[in-house]
């Protein structure tokens, strides 16, 4: 139930979003203005073809990460939950590195290999965290929460064994492909991740109710009618389909994910069917704005939207923090 | 009361093993509606696994429990739901800044469609079970800053909200202080005037199960010891609590009420 001040807040919000979305393709290495969009100049071009398909993909992988981040948080009852924590962009990583070790170049169906090498090691992970919680029922958060961590780690020495062993020009193209990017060519790679964050985030935002009650404990949730095995299976699975696309696309982005939820937590009540499209909203307009930083901070050249991220991120959290303390929010 | 009703909830030779270990043995019993019960027996008794095979969140691999005649476990969630409330003993611990109002909402989940929009039903009965459980004037505070006896009283508006027969209840007020404790009992007892629902409590304190309920139950070592009414058990007060408990019993009569009450004393 959407009431009063709430609403009012996430209208702020979509209608920011908005602004967002229409004003970020016009800043960059130069200024676009609107009066060059329709005289078939080389801004026309640039506008077109290279700004508008990377900030719609920024958009797509913030909103996405951070409604996984949010997911996470509630389903495992932990704050520090994310797609992150849970192994699934090391896994992502791995399978990136190995395709980049091996040398694969070239795309199928408008992804590159490296992307598909991505997808797969971050379904990878998250098969282990589905298995853990489906094979072993009494499966408690922590215990799958540390066997996401185990996993990380797991998939960390990997890759870091890969790097050692890997030629310096791979080295660093792994490295590269690490710190998260949204070099986006063209629509194709929007289109080929689309079906599946779509597909994802719908089942979340159909189970935010759920959520809620995830969030107060299975045996409660469960007491209510909810029905916790199939709901949390489903939201896994989700969660597989938006994280796998997007860190297929644009890398590992970090900070996102796990950060912007709880900027929403500390703004709106905690009510999953608020924080669900608020954290949407928030995680696309801040990696947006980022992207653009990574646009303009060291113009011509680019900076990785990763390392921006937290940049910008941390200290803006860290402040939130502070401020909090008055009003007995909790983060979790 | 028609004879020939069937009772509410009906368990049938129960048993239940966690990881190969058994904390319930062959337990059967049958709780009439209208009745109200107090679970007691020692920790590890085995008190919150019979009370969370009875609110159908274990799978009973021996045994059946049937509620209204009809076996929990094949219940959908949400029909479940409708009859049985749980009020877990960990409900204490709140992992996030609800309003209370938004956290009782959470009550009428079975109740909802598609997103769990809520309408105007909805709202007047979280108010109604606001009210009733004497929290009203917190409905917009934040869980987080709610006192421990604030706390358990949402826990139950929220139980409320469900609007189910049965309410079942892990140690509602082991943690609380004499005043809340008492809050608590009569805001059980109101439940049950009010609306019949036969409430289920664990409980430590046993004046109050000897007193509060019409029956009890209680559990030692994974087995039913006694199952029946209160006065019974008040019949054979204090021996049998030093069965229960292994802990001496005294009864000492109060000199200026001459009301008994049983207190703790030599260990046989």
Known sequence: ?332 | MNTQSSPIIETKNLSFAYNGRMVLQGISLAIEKGQTWSIIGKNGAGKSTLIKCIAGLLPVPAGTVLVNSIDILRMKPRERAKVISYVPQAAGRVHASYTVHDYVMLGRFPYQGLMAISNENDRKIVLDALQLTDVAHLKDRLMTTLSGGELQRVFLAGAVAQQSEILLLDEPATFLDPLHQEMIRKTLDRIHIEFGTSVITITHDANAAISRFTNLLALVDDRLFYCGTTTDFRQQCPAILTDIFSVGFEEARCSSTGRTIIVPGETP
């Not at chain 1, 965290?129 to 960390?156: C, D, P, W």
């Open chain 1, 1 to 332: 139930m959407i009431r009063g001040s709430s609403f009012f807040h996430l209208l702020v919000l979509f209608f920011a979003a908005c602004v967002v979305l229409v004003t970020a393709p016009f800043v960059g290495m130069d200024l676009i203005s609107p009066s060059q969009l329709f005289n078939n100049s080389l801004q026309t071009t640039i506008f077109f073809t290279l700004r508008v398909p990377r900030v719609l993909a920024a958009f797509i992988a913030g909103s996405g990460l951070a409604l996984c981040g949010m997911m996470f948080q509630a389903m495992f009852r932990n704050p520090l939950a994310d797609p992150f924590t849970l192994g699934i962009s090391s896994g992502a990583s791995c399978g990136a590195a190995i395709t980049i070790l091996m040398g694969m170049n070239g795309a199928l169906f408008g992804l590159s290999y490296i992307s598909i090498g991505a997808f797969c090691g971050a379904a990878l992970s998250m098969a282990f965290v589905y298995a853990l919680s489906s094979l072993q029922r009494t499966a408690s958060n922590l215990t799958m929460l540390l066997s996401g961590i185990a996993i990380s780690f797991l998939f960390s020495s990997i890759l870091m064994f890969m790097q050692y062993i890997s030629s310096l020009r791979d080295s660093f193209h792994i490295v590269r492909w690490l710190m998260g990017g949204i070099e986006i060519f063209g629509y194709q790679q929007i289109l080929s991740m689309l079906p599946f964050v779509v597909t994802g985030m719908i089942i979340v935002l159909l189970k935010l109710p759920e959520l809620d009650h995830l969030l107060t404990g299975d045996d409660l949730a469960k007491s209510r009618g909810v029905r916790v095995g199939l709901t949390k299976n489903l939201l896994l699975l989700a969660a597989t389909l938006i994280v796998g696309s997007i860190v297929a696309v644009c890398g590992p982005i970090g900070f996102v994910g796990l950060m912007t939820p709880h900027i929403c937590k500390m703004l709106f009540k905690t009510r999953h069917t608020v924080l669900g499209p608020a954290s949407f909203l928030a995680g696309g307009i801040f990696l947006v704005l980022c992207d653009t930083a990574a646009r303009v901070v060291i113009a011509p050249a680019e900076m990785p939207v990763g390392v921006i991220t937290a940049l910008f991120g941390g200290p803006f959290f860290l402040w939130l923090l502070f401020m909090r303390k008055a009003k007995g929010i909790s983060l979790d």
